[in-house]
């Protein structure tokens, strides 16, 4: 019963919380942490963290009016450019997940900066809310 409570705790949060961030913007976007959990999911073989995690980004993206697939491009760079080479941080176990999230964070606003510029969009807007929301996610995986 405890597990089925989980699990329906966890996809309740993955279908409405990129809805109240719509509304309420001060809530972080918790990119990067989706991200580091794909991430595991793929190293892990675990299916359920990867379909969560796909829902969350097409869930952001439609609600907040992104690029398409744009977080999971700037993921699978991660992933495929730096997770090899943080996998060498063995004897540090915080620096890994913290180091993806960053990386994460950083790569997607680097490439939703370039999608802005390139089509002569204006996606986000560069603010404490995005510095907050980086912090967050650091913060939340020094705690998972």
């Avoid at 690029?67 to 915080?94: E, R």
């Avoid at 404490?128 to 650091?138: A, G, H, K, M, P």
Wanted: net charge negative; with cysteine; hydrophobic share 65%.
């Amino acid at each position: 019963m405890m597990q089925i409570l989980f699990w329906l705790l966890i996809v309740s949060f993955v279908l409405f919380y990129p809805m109240l961030i719509s509304f309420y913007v001060f809530l972080p976007l918790l990119i990067g942490l989706m991200g580091y959990l794909f991430i595991e999911g793929i190293e892990q073989g675990k299916w359920s963290y990867i379909l969560l995690s796909l829902i969350y980004f097409i869930n952001l993206e439609v609600n907040l009016s992104l690029p398409f697939f744009l977080i999971l491009v700037a993921v699978l760079i991660v992933y495929m450019l730096f997770y090899g080479t943080l996998s060498h941080l063995k004897k540090c176990k915080i620096c890994r997940p913290l180091l993806t999230v960053f990386l994460i964070d950083v790569i997607y606003l680097g490439i939703l900066l370039a999608y802005d510029f390139v089509f002569g969009t204006s996606s986000i807007v560069l603010d404490t809310i995005l510095l907050y929301s980086l912090v967050v996610d650091l913060l939340i995986v020094v705690v998972i």
